[in-house]
């Protein structure tokens, strides 16, 4: 069935450095992407989305990148915090389905 | 803001026991879902609605029921609960197709069925 799963159940940068979480899906009818952010004893918090027909989409700090030919998604969150540590999720939105199908999760670990 | 917010925040349930999850958004949504959260398997979406009054099937809904009788709440019933029930339990909202597909979540509810 369709899928949307993560690479690195674990990733670990320095303080001040470039996190890039990446996912890779495989629903080609997907309409939307979108990166939730969960901290721990919390519910997941939306980040960022990105709709099917565009490559990039800027927020604060934040960059999703899409790339359609090899269905992979990622998320960039430039000179990452303390408070960047999370579990961070990417989801797929297919509207005739009208719902939202998660991956597995990454954890970012933010080391000082 | 309250935005979504679910109770209880803990339960523990004997098996065989029945309870009900209520979720409540004041964001006017017409999209609310329910998930359930297992370690290492991410979400998965148990029954979802599209408006009061209905409601659907997610992927994992066997052993569960849901109800949308106002817009604002929404309703997850577990008859006779196992301990494969045991999980923390997200309840989302969303607006309609087309206006945007960011889903607000609720705090979680942590359900033990011993």
């Known amino acids: 069935g369709e899928s949307v799963g993560l690479h690195l159940p674990t990733l670990s940068v320095q303080e001040g450095d470039n996190s890039i979480i990446n996912c890779a899906y495989s629903n080609s009818a997907s309409d939307y992407f979108i990166w939730y952010k969960q901290e721990s004893g919390k519910g997941p918090q939306f980040i960022i989305d990105i709709r099917s027909n565009m490559d990039k989409r800027q927020g604060q700090r934040v960059t999703v990148l899409l790339n359609k030919t090899v269905k992979h998604l990622s998320l960039q969150i430039a000179a990452t915090q303390p408070g960047d540590s999370a579990v961070y999720f990417c989801a797929d939105y297919t509207g005739t389905a009208s719902k939202l199908t998660f991956g597995t999760g990454t954890r970012l670990q933010v080391t000082l | ?114």
């Not at chain 2, 339990?89 to 509810?109: D, K, N, P, V």
């Open chain 2, 1 to 114: 803001n309250a935005g979504v917010t679910q109770t209880p925040k803990f339960r523990v349930l004997k098996t065989g026991q029945s309870m009900t999850l209520l979720c409540a958004q004041d964001m006017n949504h017409e999209y609310m879902y329910w998930y359930r959260q297992d370690p290492g398997m991410g979400l998965r979406l148990i029954h979802y609605s599209v408006g009061e009054g209905t409601t659907a099937k997610g992927e994992v809904p066997d052993g569960y029921n849901v109800s949308r009788l106002k817009k604002q709440n929404f309703l997850l019933g577990l008859e006779s609960a196992a301990p494969s029930q045991t999980s923390v339990y997200f309840c989302a909202s969303s607006y309609s197709r087309g206006r945007g597909t960011a889903a607000f979540f609720g705090q979680g509810t942590r359900l033990t069925v011993v």
